[in-house]
């Protein structure tokens, strides 16, 4: 499916760009949901680098409650 296709080479660019560390909130809790919603979950933006950019954040601050939620249920989703 040419959606899959997308997605999955703006994964891999996003990672192998490391572009996420400059993210907003915002950009990111829509990235991963809008994978999760393509049904396109991409493992090493879910697993490497978005969990591993919150737990480094040490703080869930900056995230309002719709950036939470959406990066929340993008995770359910996707497994």
């Not at 979950?41 to 490497?48: G, I, S, T, Y």
């Not at 040490?58 to 359910?76: E, G, H, M, P, T």
Request: aromatic share 10%; hydrophobic share 50%.
């Amino acid at each position: 499916e040419a959606h899959a296709i997308l997605f999955e080479a703006m994964g891999d660019q996003i990672v192998a760009s490391n572009l996420l560390k400059e993210f907003r909130p915002q950009a990111l809790s829509n990235t991963v949901w809008a994978n999760a919603t393509a049904d396109v979950p991409h493992a090493k933006l879910f697993e490497e680098k978005v969990a591993n950019l919150i737990v480094q954040s040490k703080s869930l601050a900056r995230f309002n409650s719709q950036d939470l939620f959406n990066i929340v249920w993008a995770y359910a989703a996707a497994q």
